[in-house]
């Protein structure tokens, strides 16, 4: 009896209560996203209606043949692989997000549709990579489950047509989804043309139009040259690189491409200027033309070794109508080139970070003065230090007894919850993240009591600093060997071997491949900043910022945590404490984002504060990299 209503509560929890929150999440946010909506019916009647299928018939098959329900808490007796199931590792959370598309566009809500429904299809994600996927794995060992829609085994199989047209559907169709996504948002007040005075040296010639449209036709062609599987999975991740970096810089770079077209004249102006009545000045940096024409011709040379030349001189006439037509400037032209050699290249660009990250994680070094140690780890968190300071003095210009008191707070409350979570003999100083948010946040309540600085402002200014002290402070994690990855059986990782470090007087897996997620940390902050930096640049209220944070954080964290091998880290009801926290950091940013509240104010430096930063740096590398060694004293010793 008490297992049937803990099943009616958890699947009341995701199909009551959950939607209804989506709901109230969209309704609140709803004064804050403006963004273009309008329902399309053959659009959103398929989306809703597909996405209930998805679901109802996938928790069907579940119950028929799993003998079972969706619910990882109590999972399926019978792993299951047929139905809707052959296509997809996860139709269930297809449909839903489905459904939330469609339901957001048939009831034209903005905030729905352009914040709340890709949100939750993140987070959705984010919990099938970062809890689901190791509960499967754990509860049906033996599966080894491929999909119709898998990629291929890499090996040098010919590739059929039917392989090669399923490149659509892993790479053409979700770019060309997002690409229309991002067209109907018309550019902000504080947009930037791209266009500078080197574009105005490029003659207008209408008639380069055909060569411009010739680029759809060549990119489509594309799949047809992957004749084996290795080329197919090569092509599909070099393009997923390609499109998570284009479409990061249409998201968090306020680049566009408007040119004011004059009259036209004949028919190449009159097919120029139809065809840019199908686009639009956003999207436009980087060109994905030429990237899929750079694309076309590197894998078309690799079916066609003899008409290489060739291919790159239609690539290059391509990038120049481009040009020619005005649909993008030269530095649209510059980034595709430069993502399209990152995407080429990037096995040996992650290759070349890990051996970075593999020297960083061992070049552990201390100086000793009497009974006082030094640890050069310390020096990633000065640098963290000095960066985070500028970065929240631009801010707070004239307030860094603020940022002083709000940093200070930080080290403090990171060692104490640290302290009472994570200490041990053989760590009497360790510092947890989620004591120095709390710290943080009650030195700010208590800073707004007494200062005419709001809350949201102050609270703003901290996350906008946050991501940037973690992305450099992780070196310090890799020569620390804290935070460190589980056991990677498959590929290149970091491989930690000094005598010092914690993987190996911990964890005892010195000389194992594990997880790079101190890498992982540093690349989601990166991101995560980019994000609120354009929200900052457009004027979007402080305390959406401080929520978004929130939610980013807590989403890549909770990914984070799931591929992490500390033995010090506690478990709560079969997951890491850690990953509830990741939970309630969403949870509370969605709650956040839901308030409103004026922009940060605009940004201006003060000299002197370089100076408070170095004196601010240089007291994070003591707190951080000097101990006592000797001493059994709490807070006394980093390590052993």
Known sequence: MKTTVRKIIYGAMFCIALPYLLYLWAYHTAPLVQLPIKDIPVFSVPLI????????????????????????AFPPEHYVTTGLYRYFHHPIYVGAVLLIFGVMLKFESSSGFWLVAPIFTSLTITYVAGYEREIISRAFKDQNHTTVFDLPQNDSKKAGVTTQLKVFAWIYIPWFILYELFLPVESSAGAINSFIIVDEWIPLLPGSIVIYLFSYIYSLAIPFSLDTHVRVRQFVHEMAVAMILSFLCYLCVPFVADYAYPS?????FRLLLWDKQWDGVTASFPSFHVIWALMAARYGAFKFPRARTLLYSISIAIAVSCLTTKNHSLADILAAGLISIIATHYNAIYKGILALCNRTGNSWREWHWGKVRFINHGIYAGLAGV???????????????????????????????????????????????????????????????FSSIGLWTLLAVSVMAAPVIQAIGRFRCLVQGCCHGKIKTMGPGLCFNHEKSRVNKISGLRGKQLYPTQLYSIAANLVIFLILLRCVYESLPASFITGLYLILNGASRFVEESL?????????????????????????????????????PGISWNPWNLLHAT????????????????SNIRFSRLTQ
């Open 264 to 268: 036209p004249d004949h028919f190449f």
């Open 49 to 72: 209606l597909t996405g209930t299928f998805f679901i109802v018939y996938s928790m069907w098959t579940l119950w028929k043949k799993g003998k079972g329900l969706p619910m990882n």
């Open 387 to 449: 960066a985070g300071f500028v970065m929240m003095s631009v801010f707070l210009p004239h307030q860094p007894g603020i940022i002083y008191a709000i940093g200070c707070a930080g080290f403090a409350g990171a060692a104490l919850w640290a302290q009472f979570v994570e200490g041990s003999p053989s760590l009497l100083r360790p510092f947890g993240y989620y004591g120095s948010v709390l710290g943080i946040a009650l030195t700010i309540f208590l800073i707004t009591s």
């Open 615 to 630: 004196l601010y740096g240089l007291l994070i590398a003591a707190v951080y990299g000097m101990d006592f060694p000797y």
């Open 564 to 600: 992490r091998g500390e033995l010090q880290t506690p478990y709560l009801l079969n997951m890491r404490v850690y990953q509830w926290l990741a939970l309630l950091s969403i949870i509370t940013g969605c709650i956040i984002t839901c308030i409103n509240s004026t922009p940060l």
